[in-house]
């Protein structure tokens, strides 16, 4: 083994566990929220006895009818589900039939065998293409009047006129362009079907408008005549109405661990958002990405990090006897002590996002169910410690109790976080929290990875997906068919629609004193979802921790399900990074002036036009001086006036 392999592998090594931390965990663990029962009762006078309340029978909230209904229209639903599972599992069968005979043969069958056995992205690239050769889905890619999915017109009227204004040099006309189509998906250039008909690459004119766009931003944030002032209210309107991607990574239990493989495409490709949340499982993996840099993490994504996960390594006597005494599987405080690698210890959202720049979210469900949903993060928990927030995120009733936050002291200690609270799995009711990282991030750009089992048995694109065309007709098809492509999402309906009956009427009793009745009604997808393909035997092993050749494979179909998407992704990035350069440069000249600024105030001029001294024992003539009075006097205007909210929540470039 040679030496630079040696000194990879030693990262491995490095033990973060904090026993004191673990004790305060454990502590906090122990400490139950109660009124003292042995309250003494006292009478005000012998007139006024105090008698202590006697507990009467709760009258019922419930009607008659609704008790007596309930559990027999539940049973009828349930029955009904289940014919409708039968037969949807079916007709996903016969598709998949159909594709794998269509698929497997001749020299298309032998492409897609170079691609499935791709090492890396450039393989899988050159495999794509030459795929995209061997159907003719090149033509696709020269019709630029293929109006359907987007406004063609539209979109060479505006590369003709970036075009024009930038060889003429017409810089404000140029900014009356940018500010008209930097936006948010504008003319539909960022459909996924404009990906989903070929399997790399899309129509010509629209990579042509995305360099087009960003050079001319490039453009307009190194052109003098720009004022600064101008750059910093520009580049904050184009990050506003354009938003930013976040990576979000679902739960799911062992099936979680394709998300390495996820992670280690887009890394491999530079290709990472800045944002990123994990549920559950998922978190995890958001924790490890957050908490280290790029180079570190290039050196863990590989199978020598199954010998860290170590989660379920009990055996069934134990867990069996846990489980049958207190109702939980595992033990939380060990799962603490395991998770400390992930987290590089006891970090918090904040020292994570400071030594990263990379926001790491954490959903997490309160156990009081009329609570609503928290995500924690550097912006709404920045002293809670990683380590807890991943625990609380995994705590399936049955699996692990709920569990306390704990936030990270002053003087180095922890404990308890949010009054003591206790938290549960957060894929319970939200797996994938857009809604709030909308909210706090301009996140309108989601790019999910979805291992859920209960999820990933329902996913079907009819029509294909980004870098995943119908395998007939050149793509343009349906999958299956369009008889049986209706089908199956007339059946998807059903289903959601009696299940949306059985929760909006209260019909689902508590399971483990928790509602479950929104676990398949949830939004599970983002505007670019990728489903790793999973095979049955993961279903067995859902809790069990895998070796190093598991855990080899299971990166391998990350990748496989994230190379497809890569191009969408990158040419979102092509535009948002040069965004992000604006915004950066603008902060760096506003700290570099302060800088200076600060410099120039610590002379003090009054004294040295009072005073006796020569003035060749100042810095400068007494004109200079002067000038630089009026400078500060300028940068303090201009400080008065800039960005306050220069979004210090972004990181550095």
Known sequence: MSPSSNSELEIFKEDYVNESHIQSFRLALSQVDSIDKDTRISALSDFAPVHERVQRRPKSKSSLAYTTIRYPLLVILFFTISIEFFIYVSIRQIVNLWEWAIQHRGKSGRIRQKMRNARDFDQWKSAAIEMDNHLGLDTWKLDNQSGIYYDSLLVEKVISSLKDKRHSDDIQGLLGVLEVCVKNNFAGTESTRLYSETFYGTKLLIEEYINEISQSLAIIRDHPSVTIEQKRVLFKSFSRNFGQSALCLSGGGSFGYYHFGVLKAFLDAKLLPRVITGTSAGGLVAALCATRNDQELSQLLRPELADKISACEESISIWFRRWWRTGARFDTVSWARKSMFFTRGTMTFQEAYERTGRSLNISVTPSDRHSPTKILNHLTAPDC???????????????????????????????????????????????????????????????????????????????GSAGKPVAHRRGQGWRGGFFLAAAEQYLKLELSKNLKV??????????????????????FEGSITIW??????????????????????????????????????????????????????????????????????????????????????????????????????????????????????????
């Open 502 to 523: 059985i929760r909006d009427l209260e019909l689902m009793p508590e399971i483990l004193a928790t509602d479950f009745s929104s676990v398949f009604l949830q939004k």
């Open 385 to 463: 410690v990683i380590w807890s927030a991943i625990i609380a995120s995994a705590a399936v009733p049955g699996i692990l109790p709920p569990v306390v936050l704990m936030r990270k002291c002053r003087d180095g200690s922890i404990e308890p976080f949010s009054l003591g609270a206790r938290f549960k799995d957060g894929s319970i009711r939200v797996d994938i929290p857009l809604q709030s990282l909308n909210l706090l991030y301009n996140v309108n750009h989601a790019i999910v990875s979805q291992v859920n089992p209960h999820v990933h048995l329902f996913f079907y694109a009819p029509r």
């Open 532 to 653: 790793p393909r999973t095979r049955f035997l993961d279903w067995i092993h859902i809790l069990s921790d895998p070796d190093r050749t598991e855990l080899k494979r299971m990166m391998k179909m990350g990748q496989l399900a994230a190379w497809p998407k890569l191009h969408i992704v990158e040419n979102r990035f092509k535009i948002e990074r040069e965004i992000l350069k604006g915004r950066q440069l603008v902060r760096d000249y506003n700290r570099s002036n302060k800088t200076s600024t600060k410099n120039i105030e610590q002379i003090d001029l009054k004294s040295y036009y009072n005073s006796d001294i020569d003035s060749k024992q100042v810095d400068g003539t007494a004109q200079e001086n002067i000038e630089r009075t009026k400078l500060v006097n300028d940068l303090k205007t201009f400080n008065e006036g800039s960005d306050s909210s220069s979004d210090d929540n972004e990181p550095h470039l």
